[in-house]
């Protein structure tokens, strides 16, 4: 099974709504948000805001730089996304981290969460991130086996927004 990390670009259209759809249908929310398209948005406006985001500009003073790819396995399907925040501010150092991933729900167990997060370390160490950092919380068994097989190191538990959170570090 191969999984490629390809920037949004016009092609994906339809399986990104499709994928957007169906986490709605789950009642599943998408983290980041700030990396989902907006109501008042065309597809156009989002791939201009996710070239912003990757470039830091035009972006909302709370956020950071990061860089949204879209998960295409073999035959070109858009299966995920992945989120890979350029730097951290204080609240993503709690709350966050550099790495932020999603499966559509079709799509699970299938190991692409697992290769996408070995790929989006690829793209950390590109773009120089030497420490990368990545959070979930701690009764999410499925996300903290997916990054404990990518080797990481336990950090620290902690209380945040109502629900432990537990950190993950990998020296690139």
């Known amino acids: ?27 599943e ?8 398209m907006k109501s008042e948005e065309t ?5 201009i805001r996710c ?5 830091g500009i035009n972006m909302n003073p709370e956020h950071v730089p990061a860089t949204l790819f879209f998960m295409i396995d073999e035959t070109g399907k858009v299966v995920g996304a992945v989120a890979i ?4 501010n204080e609240r ?8 932020g991933y999603w499966v559509r729900p079709s799509e699970r167990k299938k190991w692409y969460a697992s290769i996408t997060l070995k790929l989006a370390l690829e793209k950390c160490k590109e773009l120089g991130i030497e420490n990368a950092l990545i959070v979930c919380k701690k009764d999410n068994i499925w996300s903290k086996k997916v990054i404990q097989k990518n080797w990481w190191a336990r950090d620290s538990d902690y209380e945040f927004e109502w629900s432990t ?8």
């Open 29 to 36: 929310q998408i983290i980041p948000q700030a990396m989902i």
């Open 92 to 99: 993503l150092k709690l709350n966050g981290g550099h790495i």
């Open 85 to 88: 925040r350029h730097e951290l």
């Open 43 to 47: 597809f156009d406006d989002f791939l």
């Open 1 to 27: 099974m191969k999984i490629t990390l390809q920037l949004p670009n016009k092609s994906h259209q339809k399986d990104y709504e499709a994928m957007i759809k169906e986490f709605f249908e789950h009642g």
């Open 165 to 172: 959170k537990e950190r993950y570090r990998i020296k690139l």
């Open 51 to 55: 070239e912003n985001y990757r470039q």
